[in-house]
Nanobody, 129 residues
Framework: QVQLVESGGGLVQAGGSLRLSCAGS?????????????VGWFRQALGQEREFVAA????????FYADELKGRFTISRDNAENTVWLQMNSLKPEDTAVYYC?????????????????WGQGTQVTVSS
């Protein structure tokens, strides 16, 4: 199956930046590898539901963002490196959450968590005021 590992989280002051990485490996039973999957980023703050952040299609041709994050967050990928990144700028305390990446074969970068087939373990992002 496909494995996803997030990294790059940490503690940052408000106004700062972080770049999260999602490294993919393995092969699904269907034979598809990470390169075939759209990838999404979601986040979950303590006591709140998981919410969509951004997504990118398998070839990087299309990107999608939560409306409130457009202009501050940028998603990108390099299939040669089997990696998807989430660049986060002008961070705010309300961006504090565990950030997860997920892989979706069929839905082209959905904003719905249930569309995704594989999930990473998450990386903590904490923004101090």
């Amino acid at each position: 199956q496909v494995q996803l590992v997030e990294s790059g989280g940490g503690l940052v002051q408000a106004g700062g930046s972080l770049r999260l990485s999602c490294a993919g490996s393995g092969r699904a039973a269907s034979g598809h590898t990470f390169k075939s999957y759209a990838v999404g980023w979601f986040r979950q703050a303590l006591g709140q539901e998981r919410e969509f952040v951004a997504a990118i299609t398998w070839n990087g041709g299309n990107t999608f963002y939560a409306d409130e994050l457009k202009g501050r967050f940028t998603i990108s990928r390099d299939n040669a490196e089997n990696t998807v990144w989430l660049q986060m700028n002008s961070l705010k305390p309300e961006d504090t959450a565990v950030y997860y990446c997920a892989a979706d074969l069929l839905n082209g970068g959905s904003s719905l968590a249930r569309s995704y087939d594989y999930w990473g373990q998450g990386t903590q992002v904490t923004v101090s005021s």
